[in-house]
Structure formats: structure tokens, C-alpha cells
């Protein structure tokens, strides 16, 4: 089944999700991703990305150079906006991260929240139980309570995850039907 992946333009075999952390790790062998490619991979307007460290949301990039740290909170923050009103999203991250703006006093890396996420969400696309604890199972809490905070947040994001996978499905139903021949009859 292909899909593009959450929060990202990029269309790829449900499966292969499990391999995004490969695929990112080469974007970014160069350096860093200029406003241009990180608004083209998430399907976002640059001006959204720029409003977004603007607000605090995402920190500056550096010379002009986005993280592939930055490029995931971009992603998670694009995933959760058509279920989750934005101040909701970075009350979540925050919840877990502090100051969004500072990036030393996370307890979990967007990098790796991200691929957490693309994993949970592809065992949600295939129909797989969804194992929370066991994705989490390489986590190593910086701090007592930071897993317990971690999980909770996770759970809200596949759950706004589902919610929106189910309103496109919706979506898509309506599409299907054949509106002329309803009205004929």
C-alpha cells in the first residue's frame, strides 16, 4: 500500500516506513536542507515553516540550514494540525520538551519521536496492533518519569493520527458515490 508518509509528501510502500530513519539519515549527509526542500517535503508553504520559528514552534535554522531535528518537529507538527489545534500540538511537546525554542532540555529527540511515530503508524496502516511500549523499548529516560510523559504523548499522536486517517477515509467515501445516479432514482 502506498501512502505518503506522516507529516511528509514523500508517497512510499506502508512497509518501507519502517526504514524512514535510513532515508532521512541520507538527506541529510549534506548538511542540512535549505527553507525550499523542507517546505517541499512536508507539503507546507515556506512561509508556514518561517511563521513556525517565527512562533517559537521550531527553533532558527542555523546559516540558513534546517536539522534533521528540526525537519522532524516540522513533520510532527504537520502530521497533528488537521485533528489538533496548533497551541494543542506544542502543549504536547512541550509537555515532553520543555521549551520548544531549546532544544537541552528534551527529554526525547524530534528525530527520534518522529521515527517512533512513523513506525507506530505504519503498524496502524497494516492493520497491526499498536505496541506502544515495545517501540519505545530502545528509550532511555534522561530523567524519572520522562518514559511515563513520552508514552502518553505518543498514545494523543497515533490516536490524532487514526482520527485523521479515518475523516480521509470518510472523505474518500463521499467522493465514491455516485451523487447523478442517486438523483435520478
Same mark, same amino acid.
Given at each position: 500500500m502506498i501512502k505518503a508518509m506522516p507529516g511528509t509528501t514523500i508517497e512510499m510502500d506502508v512497509e518501507e516506513w519502517k526504514n524512514a530513519d535510513d532515508m532521512f539519515e541520507h538527506?541529510?549527509? /549534506? &548538511?542540512g536542507l535549505v527553507l525550499s526542500q523542507v517546505a517541499r517535503l512536508a507539503g507546507l508553504a515556506p512561509y508556514d515553516v518561517q511563521n513556525w520559528v517565527r512562533r517559537g514552534f521550531v527553533s532558527p535554522p542555523h546559516h540558513k540550514r534546517y536539522t534533521r531535528r528540526q525537519l /522532524? $518537529?516540522?513533520l510532527i507538527i504537520n502530521?497533528?494540525?488537521g485533528t489538533l489545534q496548533i497551541d494543542r500540538i506544542c502543549s504536547l511537546l512541550s509537555y515532553i520538551n520543555g /521549551?520548544?525554542?531549546d532544544e537541552s532540555d528534551d527529554s526525547i529527540d524530534?528525530? $527520534?519521536l518522529y521515527i517512533y511515530l512513523v513506525h507506530l503508524c505504519a503498524d496502524v496502516?497494516? &492493520?497491526n496492533s499498536i505496541d506502544i511500549p515495545g517501540t519505545l523499548s530502545d528509550y532511555t529516560e534522561p530523567f524519572p518519569g520522562a518514559l511515563s510523559r513520552v508514552t502518553r504523548v505518543i498514545e494523543i499522536m497515533v490516536t490524532a493520527y487514526q482520527s485523521a486517517s479515518l *475523516?480521509? *477515509?470518510a472523505e474518500d467515501m463521499i467522493l465514491d458515490l455516485d451523487f447523478n445516479e442517486e438523483a435520478e432514482k
Open positions: 538527506m541529510f549527509l /549534506s &548538511g /522532524s $518537529r516540522i502530521m497533528l494540525r /521549551s520548544l525554542a524530534d528525530t $527520534r496502516e497494516l &492493520g *475523516k480521509q *477515509k
